[in-house]
C-alpha cells in the first residue's frame, strides 16, 4: 500500500489562469497577445507550419532554422549579431516535428529597430555557403559525439521502430545525411515554407503602446490575405501497435545501459486524453512516481527513470526512459513490467490518488505563472484548434479521477506485449 510522510489532504484550490487574445491583422497575420503590467520584456514568437515533418531531405528543416539569421541580402551575419547586440535582442530558432517557431526577446522601446530587421530575415535570407558548411561541419561533430552516447542511440532505435523510415515524425539521423545536403535544399525549404508562407504571432508580456506600435508596424510588412487559407499537403498516418520483441543494441565500453520504452497513444483531443495524462504522472511522470520509488528509492538500480507522453500534432506517444548498471538491465525490465501490472489490476490508495492529484494541478498552476508560460499554454492549445475549454476539461478530470478510471486507461492504453523495448549499452 502506498505509503508517505507527508501526504497532501488538502485539495489545491480554484484559479483563474491569465488568458491571451486573438485577432486577425488587415494584411491576414493572426496575431495573439497577452500582455503583463509589470514585464520589463516583450517577447515574441513568430510559428510556421515548416517543422521537420515537412521537408524532403533529413536536417533540411533544422538546419534552416539555423541559418535564418546567417545572412540576408541586405545584411551579413555580423551586422545581424551586431544590431540585435545593440538593442539587447535575444533571437532563437528552433524546429520541431510540425512547426518552425522563431522567438525574440526584446526591451519595448528597442523593437521598433529590432523588427524591421526580423522582417527581413523572413522575407530575404539567403543561407551564405561559407556559413552553411560552418554550421554542417558542427552539426556533424555533434552527432558523431552523440552516437557515442547510449541515451541518444536509445531515442534513434526507439523512434525508427515507432516511426518506419518513410514516416514525416521519423527525424532520425545517419552520418550520410551530412553528406546528402547543400545549401540550395535548405533555400528551396526557405522560399516554400517560410518566405511567402503565412505566420502566426505570438507577442506576451510588455505590450504596452510602444510595443504594440512596433508589432503594427511588422505585421503591416507583410499581406498573406491572399494566401491565409493555403492548407499544408503533409499527410501523416499513424504508426502500427502489434506485438514487439525485446530488442538489443550493443554498444561496448559502457557502465550503463539505456533503457528505452513505449508505444503510439491518444492525442489531447481524445476524451480519455486526461486520465491517461493523469496516469502517466502516477506511473512515472515525477519525483514521487512508482517508478522512481521502485528502481531507484527501493532498488537502487539508477539515478532517474521517467515516462511520459510525446505530443505532435498529428500522433502522440507514451515512453519510459532510463539509464541503469550493465547488471541490472533484466531487473530493471522485469521491475518497470511489475509495475505496469500492478497499476493495471491493483486497487489505487486514495492517499496515492490525492497526492498525485495535488502535484498534477499545482503543475497545470505552474505552467500559467508568468505571461511567456502562460502564452505558451495557449500556443500549444491553437497547435491542435482547442480553446481554453481543453484545460477547464483538463482540471475537472484530475479533481475527479479514481482508481477505476486510472486501471482502466492502463489497461486500455498501455499494453506492455505492443511496447517497442529498446536497450542500448555493453554486455554485463
Not at 49 to 71: E, F, P
Not at 192 to 216: C, D, K, M, V, W
Not at 331 to 342: D, K, M, Q, S
Request: aromatic fraction near 10%; proline fraction near 3%; charged fraction near 25%.
Amino acid at each position: 500500500m502506498f505509503r508517505s510522510e507527508n501526504p497532501v489532504q488538502k485539495l489545491v484550490p480554484e484559479f483563474n489562469f491569465t488568458k491571451a487574445k486573438s485577432e486577425i491583422t488587415p494584411t491576414g497575420i493572426k496575431l495573439h497577445t497577452l500582455h503583463a503590467e509589470d514585464a520589463e520584456i516583450s517577447r515574441l514568437q513568430i510559428e510556421f507550419n515548416a517543422g521537420y515533418a515537412h521537408q524532403k531531405k533529413s536536417l533540411v528543416a533544422n538546419l534552416c532554422a539555423k541559418m535564418l539569421n546567417k545572412g540576408t541580402t541586405d545584411y551579413t551575419a555580423k551586422e545581424i549579431n551586431e544590431q540585435f547586440d545593440r538593442a539587447g535582442a535575444f533571437w532563437e530558432a528552433e524546429c520541431m516535428a510540425d512547426k518552425l517557431l522563431l522567438t525574440l526577446h526584446c526591451l519595448p522601446k528597442n523593437l521598433s529597430s529590432v523588427l524591421p530587421l526580423v522582417a527581413n530575415i523572413i522575407k530575404s535570407s539567403t543561407f551564405p555557403q561559407l556559413e552553411f558548411e560552418q554550421l554542417l561541419s558542427i552539426s556533424k561533430q555533434k552527432f558523431l559525439v552523440n552516437c557515442q552516447k547510449v541515451s541518444f542511440v536509445a531515442r534513434q532505435v526507439f523512434i525508427e521502430r515507432l516511426y518506419n523510415n518513410a514516416h514525416p515524425y521519423n527525424n532520425t539521423l545517419k552520418i550520410e545525411d551530412f553528406e546528402c545536403i547543400d545549401s540550395q535544399d535548405l533555400l528551396e525549404f526557405y522560399k516554400h515554407h517560410i518566405q511567402t508562407s503565412p505566420f502566426e504571432l505570438y507577442a506576451s508580456a510588455n505590450l504596452g503602446q510602444t510595443a504594440r506600435e512596433a508589432i503594427n508596424a511588422f505585421v503591416h510588412e507583410f499581406d498573406f490575405m491572399e494566401n491565409q487559407t493555403k492548407e499544408s499537403t503533409l499527410k501523416i498516418h499513424p504508426p502500427d501497435n502489434h506485438h514487439r520483441e525485446m530488442e538489443i543494441k550493443e554498444l561496448s565500453g559502457f557502465q550503463q545501459n539505456a533503457i528505452r520504452i513505449g508505444l503510439p497513444v491518444i492525442g489531447k483531443e481524445h476524451a480519455d486524453y486526461a486520465a491517461l495524462y493523469y496516469t502517466n504522472v502516477l506511473f512515472g511522470g515525477f519525483f514521487g512516481s512508482r517508478l522512481m520509488r521502485n528502481i531507484r528509492e527501493d532498488k537502487g538500480f539508477t539515478y532517474g527513470i521517467h515516462s511520459g507522453i510525446a505530443n505532435h500534432d498529428y500522433s502522440s506517444y507514451f515512453f519510459i526512459s532510463t539509464e541503469v548498471g550493465n547488471a541490472y538491465v533484466k531487473e530493471t525490465l522485469t521491475e518497470i513490467e511489475t509495475e505496469l501490472r500492478r497499476l493495471q489490476e491493483r486497487e489505487i490508495d486514495e492517499d496515492e490518488i490525492r497526492l498525485v492529484r495535488n502535484y498534477t494541478l499545482g503543475s497545470i498552476m505552474r505552467g500559467f505563472d508568468g505571461a511567456f508560460n502562460a502564452m505558451d499554454r495557449y500556443r500549444s492549445l491553437k497547435k491542435l484548434n482547442h480553446d481554453y475549454s481543453y484545460y477547464d476539461n483538463l482540471i475537472a478530470e484530475i479533481r475527479t479521477i479514481d482508481s477505476d478510471k486510472i486501471r482502466s486507461v492502463a489497461k486500455k492504453y498501455l499494453n506492455w506485449e505492443q511496447m517497442i523495448k529498446i536497450v542500448v549499452g555493453s554486455k554485463a
